[in-house]
């Protein structure tokens, strides 16, 4: 009867620490681009003041994919790191950047319209934000954060596409920057790094051994060592795929979790 009770009792919480637990589909409100971005929210509890991190898809991504593909695990790390992960739909091919030619305003929306609609209404912790992505969106991470080290503590870039110029045509750049390629060079994620020299920002860079874009990522940790700029750089086995992110994904939380702790 004893051990029965006891195994009752550890049911009933680990089922309320379930319960606690929130995966909220939103529509937010773009006041930039006028309309609505779906935006997938993983919460762990009701608490307030956790750390976030904002999650960004690749190309051809979005969010519901990224929890049914790319990085099933979230919901699970949600409640090892007792962290929010924020999931905004990038529509596609935005590269995350505000375009000068169309109505794509993808980096208003997420660091200055979605970072306050989510500080309003789950009461995040200020101090500690992440922004982290895969191949378009870890050149949507690097760039952002970048340019916004107000807001973000640190940075993870898995599989990243650092520098877009020689394979963009294909994958939509000409959309939101024009054809000109002399006019995508201020959009990369590599025109940024300067920026890290007066920030003092966590960068997390991962990239598969046989990943396509291999050779831009060690081109990178190259260029940070130039520039003096304290980050870490892994590689391991993989390709440019989901396995791979999904694994650099855990390794890389684990890390930003440190990080954030490390800050208290």
Same mark, same amino acid.
């Given at each position: %009867? ?24 939103? &529509?937010?409100?773009?006041? !930039? ?12 509890? &009701?608490?307030? +003041? ?46 995350? #950047?505000?375009?000068? #030619? ?7 929306? #997420?660091?200055? &319209? ?17 922004? %982290?992505?895969? !191949? ?13 080290? &107000? ?12 520098? %877009?110029?020689?394979?963009? @045509? ?11 390629? +002399? ?8 025109? @940024? ?6 920030? !003092?920002?966590?960068?997390?860079? !991962? ?8 050779? @831009? ?48």
């Amino acid at each position: %009867m004893k051990n029965w009770l006891l195994g009752f009792s550890a049911l009933i919480i680990f089922s309320t620490k379930t319960i606690a637990q929130q995966i909220d589909t939103l &529509e937010v409100f773009s006041k !930039s681009m006028q309309k609505q971005v779906k935006t997938i929210v993983i919460t762990p509890s &009701e608490e307030e +003041n956790l750390p976030t991190v904002y999650v960004l898809h690749g190309y051809s991504g979005y969010p519901e994919r990224t929890l049914k593909k790319d990085i099933p695990s979230l919901i699970e790390l949600s409640l090892r790191y007792n962290m929010n992960f924020i999931l905004p739909d990038g529509n596609y091919d935005s590269w995350y #950047i505000d375009s000068p #030619i169309k109505n794509s305003k993808y980096e208003t929306f #997420i660091t200055t &319209e979605l970072v306050e609609f989510i500080d309003n209404r789950y009461h995040t912790q200020h101090s500690k934000k992440a922004i %982290m992505g895969w !191949s378009m969106g870890g050149h949507g991470a690097l760039y952002l954060g970048a340019r916004h080290p &107000e807001i973000f503590l640190a940075i993870g870039s898995i599989s990243g596409a650092i520098n %877009m110029i020689p394979y963009g @045509q294909n994958y939509g750049v000409p959309k939101i920057l024009g054809a000109n390629k +002399n006019n995508w060079k201020t959009y990369t994620a590599s025109s @940024q790094l300067e920026n890290f020299k007066s920030s !003092s920002q966590k960068i997390i860079i !991962s990239c598969g051994y046989d990943d396509v874009l291999i050779e @831009q990522n060690r081109k990178l940790h190259k260029k940070l060592i130039e520039l003096n700029i304290p980050h870490f750089y892994i590689e391991s086995p993989g390709k440019h795929d989901a396995a791979y992110w999904s694994e650099a994904a855990k390794n890389q939380l684990f890390l930003i979790d440190n990080i954030f702790k490390s800050n208290e």
